[in-house]
């Protein structure tokens, strides 16, 4: 039995006159193209998607758009930040109908990426709560009227009525 060889295939974009080619060659290496320049393409891993300090991870489509942002800077291509996201898209896009098994690992890699950071970021929110208490003056009678209706609201139906003697 003969292993899996992936179909060869290159996708285009064009934006402003700069053609973005991708490719998969047929030993399954990925490339990103602009004219005679092309650098390998490589999928991030959980920790790559991790590496961004405290804030949560990447989805997947932001995974993929910084994988294209590293392989156009290598290519020393100056694209505005908006062009290389329509290109991205671009190249999202024609993915998702290409070559579905390279769309669903960065939806992998992105979850396991969320899952694990989710899991260690025990998000606690401190609220509060400003609370006056009246505290009791020793000299003072105790209120006998107040405990009562006090321990009426607490014990309704359990207890009957307490007897309270001075």
Known sequence: MTPYQP???SIF???KNIALQFTRCNCGQFYVC???????FT???????LNNGR??????????RNVIQDCVTSINLRIERHDLSKHA???WKQLKTVDKSLIDE????????AQQFYSAE???INVNVPVTVKTPNINDEPDFKDLQELLNDLFVEVLPLPIFHN
């Open 43 to 49: 999928i991030p891993t959980v920790r790559n998607a």
């Open 13 to 15: 974009s064009n934006i």
């Open 7 to 9: 179909s060869p295939y």
């Open 106 to 113: 960065f939806r992998r890699v992105a979850r396991l990426a």
């Open 122 to 124: 025990i998000r606690i």
């Open 34 to 40: 602009f004219r005679n320049n092309r650098v390998i």
């Open 55 to 64: 804030r949560a991870p990447p989805t997947c489509f932001i995974l993929f």
């Open 89 to 91: 898209s671009n190249l």
